[in-house]
């Protein structure tokens, strides 16, 4: 059974670092893109950027570029998602997600989810 | 980007109704678009992709269908446990998009 399963809520204070983790069960991990979406409270879904485990090879939204880092270790089976210096604005639920076939176009979905990581960001 | 439009924004229906959400592109996408489901304090589900494939396991009432800029989801006759809120996701162009969502209630 494909699962992703992700690391616990968490609290930080403006300008603290955080790592959220994303880990997949069931498949072949290194082979199958794995993507991170944002959910602010109440709002919809916004795609952030993806990663492929066997190669590190990540695209990021122009969003998201330079405000997080997207990187996978795939002895473990785990991505990642990483904030240097948080801000309140980036209190939200972070969804990882497998991709069927990124840049395949017909088969390009997120296929499997992982349950949800919320990040509060207060002072 | 490649903004994703829906209509409506949330809907009123009853179990039995047939219900049809739409999705429109800014752009021109091909068949590359993906419906997903998302149940309050749930991860999204996906329903269909590229376009009009059903994933495993989902029910045949849903449907998609669509080419271009303009997609709809059609849910044939309305569930209780189809209350949710949809989304759809161009996956053409990146970054990535997803609409705005549909809320389906209950009337």
């Known amino acids: 059974e494909v699962q992703l399963v992700q690391s616990g809520p968490a609290v930080r204070k403006p300008g603290q670092s955080l790592k959220i983790s994303c880990k997949g069960t069931?498949?072949?991990?290194?082979?199958?893109?794995i993507g991170w979406v944002r959910q602010m409270p109440g709002k919809g879904l916004e795609w952030m950027g993806i990663?492929?485990?066997?190669?590190?090879?990540?695209r990021y939204s122009p969003s998201f570029q330079g405000q997080v880092t997207i990187s996978a270790d795939k002895s473990v089976n785990t991505a990642y998602l990483q904030w240097r210096s948080l801000k309140a604005s980036d209190t939200a639920i972070y969804y990882c997600?497998?991709?069927?076939?990124?840049?395949?176009?017909?088969?390009?979905?997120?296929?499997?989810w992982g349950q949800g990581t919320m990040v509060t960001v207060s002072s | 980007d490649n903004q994703m439009t829906q209509s409506p924004s949330s809907l009123s229906a009853s179990v039995g109704d047939r219900v049809t959400i739409t999705c429109r592109a800014r752009?021109?996408?091909?068949?590359?678009l993906n419906w997903y489901q998302q149940k309050p304090g749930k991860a999204p589900k996906l329903l269909i992709y590229?376009?009009?494939r059903l994933q495993s396991g989902v029910p045949s009432r849903f449907s998609g269908s669509g080419s271009g800029t303009d997609f709809s989801l059609t849910i044939s006759s309305l569930q209780p446990e189809d209350f949710a809120t949809y989304f759809c996701?161009?996956?053409?162009?990146?970054?990535?998009?997803f609409g705005g969502g549909t809320r389906v209630d209950i009337k």
């Open positions: 752009q021109a996408i091909s068949i590359y």
């Open positions: 990663i492929y485990p066997d190669d590190s090879d990540a």
């Open positions: 590229a376009a009009s």
């Open positions: 996701q161009q996956s053409y162009f990146l970054p990535l998009t």
């Open positions: 997600a497998r991709n069927l076939d990124f840049s395949s176009g017909a088969n390009d979905a997120f296929d499997f």
């Open positions: 069931g498949y072949r991990f290194s082979n199958y893109w």
